[in-house]
């Protein structure tokens, strides 16, 4: 770790929070389930240090939200980890999620969208893949995510980091999107806001290498997905963080799991929360235990509905696939997708002539979108090189269990 000192920068060319000592040794308590071995002194010279855009350093490492110490990545202390109930698919990488809150500030909890964070907070996500051997020396060799993302660090022997992107709630009241692009040494990670593809190749048991080009987003590029209005312009707004997702247990360290939104109230992190009995849940698109309907529309929702919704890059294509609208019958089920014609989409042509036939999957555009990465058809319009075949399979089965009229 760097000296403070080396990482110190004008105070006018910075916006710092300071992190009070009570919270930082809290907030570890739950996230790690022990007591710290930092000294005071330690904590406070380590904490984490929060910057606008404008003055958004070059290197990772001078926020001081991750600690890489070369063998393992983990968070500063005042850094919560959390998951999604179900995530964004991004070509099978994995991701460690944390959120910061300033000093004696709460988010304020709602049942329904984005929770309100108070300014200063960060948000931040990795993306990672379990190392592998590539056929190709000239692709970085990456296994498929092979469980659940728990804990708050990450071994960096049997792990390679490509990214780190970071929301942060800037004074004025904006929410700012900044990509950094980890060092091949894998000791800090790069502001790169034009992006970057990385040659890849993804090595799975029991089925032939993929090579594929993974892409790290430009920082204008958020604004296709966190978008707060139609076609962007109006700002950004984190998408994961909303009550349904984050009702979950997570194993923050060996043995010790807890609600995450239980730990955000008992971290005093979180206001206004009424209690678990009375909050949304989303289904984990991999459980089998919940319905085909249930498990496709809570995929949809983390995976198309920033665009396909009222305020996203996709209301002019009149798809609905947010949470509330997919698979009700009350309104029009053209809605989200069935029977319904594609108004901007060529497509293959016959016989896939609309977004949802009911009970026919295999020429329902929608899986079909989903199931191919060509420019052009491939949904998500961005982020995605692979395809997800264990969500294509739940999609195709839900929509081949729907008992709706067939399209005229
Ligand atoms: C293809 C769509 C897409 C693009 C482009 C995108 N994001 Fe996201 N991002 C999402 C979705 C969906 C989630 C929530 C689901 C999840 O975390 O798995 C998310 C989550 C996040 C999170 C965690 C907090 C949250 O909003 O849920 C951060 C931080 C983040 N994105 C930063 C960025 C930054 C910075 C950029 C641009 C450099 C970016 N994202 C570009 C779709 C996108
Ligand atoms: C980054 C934004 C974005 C995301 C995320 C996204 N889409 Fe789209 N989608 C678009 C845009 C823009 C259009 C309209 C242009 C077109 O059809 O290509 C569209 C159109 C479509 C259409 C044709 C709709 C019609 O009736 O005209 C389908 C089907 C579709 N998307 C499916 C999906 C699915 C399924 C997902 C999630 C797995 C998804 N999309 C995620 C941007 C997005």
């Known amino acids: 770790m760097n000296s403070p000192s080396t990482l110190r920068r004008p105070i006018a060319l910075q916006w710092i929070l300071s992190l009070s000592l009570s919270i930082s040794a809290s907030a570890l308590l739950a996230a790690c389930g022990g007591s710290s071995s930092n000294t005071e002194e330690a904590a406070a010279s380590s904490k984490p240090q929060v910057f606008e855009q404008s003055t958004a350093p070059k290197k990772l490492s001078e926020w001081r939200l991750l600690i890489n110490d070369g063998k393992t990545l983990s968070l500063n202390a005042g850094l919560v980890p959390y998951d999604l109930n179900s995530a964004l698919f991004s070509d099978y990488s994995s991701k460690l999620r944390s959120i910061y809150v300033p000093p004696g500030k709460q988010i304020a909890y709602k049942a329904d969208g984005t929770l309100e964070f108070p300014i200063g907070s960060v948000i931040t996500k990795t993306f990672y893949y379990p190392k592998a051997t590539p056929s190709d020396a000239a692709n970085l060799g990456v296994a498929k995510q092979s469980g659940k993302a728990q804990g708050s660090s990450l071994d960096l022997a049997s792990n390679v980091l490509i990214e780190t992107r970071i929301l942060v709630l ?3 009241g904006t929410w ?6 980890w060092d091949a040494d894998q000791k800090d990670a790069q502001l790169k806001v034009g992006g970057k593809d990385v040659a890849m190749e993804l090595v799975s048991a029991g089925a032939p290498n993929q090579k594929f080009t993974y892409s790290v987003p430009t920082a204008q590029s958020c604004q296709q997905c966190h978008s707060t209005a139609t076609a962007g312009g109006a700002g950004i707004l984190p998408i994961g963080p909303k009550a349904r997702n984050l009702n979950k247990s997570y194993e923050y ?17 979180l206001s206004g929360f009424t209690g678990l009995a ?10 089998s235990g919940q319905t085909l309907e249930a498990r496709a529309k809570a995929y949809l929702d983390v995976n198309c509905a920033h665009c396909h919704s009222s305020r996203g890059a996709a209301f002019q294509s009149g798809l609905m696939l947010d949470f509330n609208s997919v698979g009700q019958t009350t309104a029009s089920t053209v ?11 060529g497509g293959p042509g016959a016989p896939y002539l609309y977004g949802i036939e009911p009970g026919q999957a295999d020429v329902s555009l929608l899986l079909y979108r989903m199931s191919h990465t060509t420019t052009g058809d491939v949904m998500p319009a ?11 399979s739940v999609v195709k089965d839900w929509i081949n269990s729907l008992k ?3 399209c005229l």
């Open 170 to 172: 800037q004074p004025d």
């Open 176 to 181: 700012s999107g900044l990509p950094y692009v």
């Open 253 to 269: 360290s060996a043995g010790v799991s807890k609600n995450q939104l239980v730990n955000l109230d008992e971290l005093k992190l």
């Open 278 to 287: 009375a909050a949304p849940v989303n289904a984990d698109w991999r459980d």
């Open 335 to 345: 809605q989200w997708g069935v029977c319904k014609k594609p108004l901007a989409y």
């Open 382 to 392: 961005i982020g995605r090189h692979l395809n997800h075949e264990e969500a294509n």
């Open 404 to 406: 709706l009229p067939a």
